[in-house]
Structure formats: structure tokens, C-alpha cells
């Protein structure tokens, strides 16, 4: 009798599960199931023994009052330090009077918030700061939220990604967090494509990320959140901003990434930023499993973000780019007029 072989057997698994394709049989030949080498973990008291980058950071907003506008409610998200990755001094704000620096109640994430009663046709908010991002290997300090072992609305915990957990052989707590984060980080990566074509990318929805299988850094974390959690994993979601190479510059876009808990410390993955190089540098692919370069800033933690005030829109799905709302009503905001962030190295 004829017996399948085992990678047989691993790809029919990718089949059922759907977004099967060709990048599917590349699983089997990936140099992503060999072990990833990395840094020493550095502890969070030191540091400055870990490549870091220095610059001032500034995040403007304009945010328009439709006409007859009575009660203008403003919220800007606000960088906070992260012990051992990021650390923020010299903080400036620039805002209306009357504004207040606030927390979401479940993430503990900044923000400003103005309440500006007969606003005029265009409100500006900024601030600026001093931040030091280092490399971060997993030595980042972060307490272990319930939340990041809970469904969120666009990532339930069964279905799909209970499936994929048991196919992915994930869900065997006796096997080491590592090497379960590992055959994860790799499924995504090997599974799904950067590709802001297709309807619905950039929601950070999982079921799409599932079935379409395509999309940019939130679908692809999002797709690594719900098996990571499915399988008993804690998983972290950041949001932040790129900065590029050169010295200085301007973005208007957002970058997200991940974090996972091996039972001691949060260890990183940016799967997106991976598949970008995967073709042309797979061993650079490799240490974005937990590792993460310095040319970042990250903003906030967490999705269904609760606003604080509360928003009458209800909790954010992410929280990098300014909200407001007149009269209760979600002001539409757009990156290419309404936001803009400016870097430059010290």
C-alpha cells in the first residue's frame, strides 16, 4: 500500500486551509524552517550596548470643522516610552487651549484630546520629540494584558484559525513557544503576498487575510495574531511610523508589527517587511522573526482601541492617525491633507 510522505501531507494541509498556490509548495523548500539566529537578548537597563537610532520626531494634524460645526472633538495619538526599545523626552505639544494628555483604559496608549466648542474652519495639533529606537531583540518590558489572548472584532479565535492552528501543529503546548511562533511566522510568510490591489487590504482582518491571502503589514499580523492566539499564544499588535534610511524626511503612511510572549519576554516579528525582501534576501527575511531595525517609532498597542474620552464612533480599530469627530458625527480625514510626520536625525 502506497503511504504519503510527509511533505505530501504538509501541503495538503496548506490546501484545505485555502490561498493555496504556488508559494505553497515553496514552504517546503523555504530556508524559513531552519532556526534563526540572532542577538544576545540585551537586558532593558542596557540599552545603549544595542544599535539604536537618534532623532526628533514631529506629528502634525489639520483637522477641518464642517460648516455650522458647534462641538469639534479632536484625538491624536501620542508616543509613549517602551522600556528597553523606545525612549521618548523633550515631548512639546502644540494644541488648543484646554487640551489634555489621556490613556485608552486597556492599553494604556497617549493621546491628546481637545474639546473645542465653535471651532474655527481649520484646527492644527502637533508635537514633537526626542526619541532613541534601539534594534529590538525581544528585550522590550511589557506586562502580559488579557487582551492579547482575546478575539478582537476582525480577529476571532475559532474557525479558521483554530483550523490553522491545529494544522500548523501549534496547539501542543509541550513544544517549545518559539518553535511554535516559528511555524506560524512562517505560514504567513510563505502563504500570503504585500499586494494593496485587491478590495479590503489594510483592515487587518483576519478572515480576509485568510481567504485572499494578500494585503499589507496588518493583514499579515493580523493572520499572525489570530493562530498565535488560537494556539494559546499571547500576541501583541503595534502600530507605528516608518522612517527611511536617509537622515531626514517626511512620511504620511503608518507601519504595524507584533510581538509574541515566550513566558518571559515579548519577542518581535514583522512578517510584512519579511515577504518585501523574502525573493531577494531570504536570510534577511529570516531575522525579522524575532528581530526588529531601528527605523521605526512605534505610536500605539492593541486593536479596538477606546478612545479616551469615549469617541461616539465607538473604539478605533488601530490608533496611528488623528480622529475627530463634530457634533458626535467621525469627520473624514485623509493622509495626503489631514496628517503629516517629519523626522530628522540628531
Not at 212 to 241: E, L, Q, W, Y
Request: net charge positive; hydrophobic share 35%; glycine share 6%.
Amino acid at each position: 500500500m502506497h503511504r504519503s510522505s510527509p511533505r505530501f501531507l504538509v501541503l495538503a494541509a496548506l490546501v484545505l486551509a485555502g490561498c493555496a498556490s504556488p508559494e505553497a509548495s515553496r514552504a517546503l523548500k523555504s530556508p524559513a524552517s531552519s532556526a534563526t539566529t540572532r542577538p544576545g537578548r540585551l537586558p532593558a537597563s542596557r540599552p545603549e550596548a544595542n544599535p539604536s537610532r537618534t532623532f526628533r520626531f514631529r506629528y502634525t494634524a489639520k483637522i477641518p470643522a464642517p460648516a455650522g460645526t458647534k462641538t469639534l472633538a479632536i484625538w491624536v495619538p501620542l508616543a509613549s516610552d517602551e522600556p528597553g526599545v523606545q525612549q521618548i523626552s523633550d515631548l512639546k505639544i502644540q494644541a488648543p487651549a484646554g487640551y489634555r494628555v489621556t490613556r485608552d483604559p486597556d492599553f494604556g496608549n497617549r493621546m491628546i484630546y481637545c474639546n473645542i466648542e465653535d471651532p474655527p474652519a481649520l484646527t492644527q495639533i502637533a508635537w514633537t520629540a526626542r526619541v532613541v529606537r534601539f534594534q529590538d531583540h525581544g528585550q522590550g518590558v511589557a506586562p502580559v494584558n488579557p487582551r492579547f489572548l482575546s478575539p478582537n472584532r476582525l480577529i476571532p479565535l475559532d474557525g479558521k484559525a483554530k483550523q490553522r492552528a491545529e494544522q500548523l501543529g501549534v496547539l501542543d503546548t509541550t513544544t517549545p513557544i518559539h518553535t511554535r511562533a516559528k511555524r506560524i511566522y512562517d505560514d504567513v510568510l510563505t502563504n500570503m503576498a504585500y499586494d494593496k490591489t485587491q478590495a479590503g487590504w489594510g483592515n487587518g482582518d483576519f478572515e480576509y487575510a485568510m481567504t485572499v491571502c494578500k494585503g499589507n503589514c496588518t493583514d499579515f499580523h493580523s493572520r499572525f495574531i489570530g493562530v498565535g492566539r488560537a494556539a494559546g499564544i499571547p500576541v501583541r499588535f503595534t502600530m507605528g511610523i516608518p522612517l527611511k534610511a536617509k537622515p531626514q524626511g517626511s512620511v504620511n503612511g503608518y507601519h504595524c508589527w507584533a510581538h509574541y510572549y515566550d513566558g518571559a519576554h515579548w519577542d518581535p516579528v514583522d512578517i510584512s517587511e519579511a515577504d518585501k525582501v523574502a525573493a531577494t534576501d531570504p536570510q534577511k527575511a529570516q531575522w525579522f522573526f524575532r528581530n526588529l531595525d531601528e527605523n521605526r517609532i512605534s505610536i500605539s498597542h492593541g486593536r479596538d482601541i477606546v478612545l479616551n474620552p469615549p469617541a461616539h464612533g465607538g473604539p478605533r480599530n488601530y490608533f496611528a492617525f488623528p480622529y475627530a469627530e463634530a457634533d458626535n458625527k467621525p469627520v473624514p480625514l485623509n493622509k495626503n491633507e489631514h496628517w503629516r510626520f517629519f523626522y530628522e536625525d540628531l
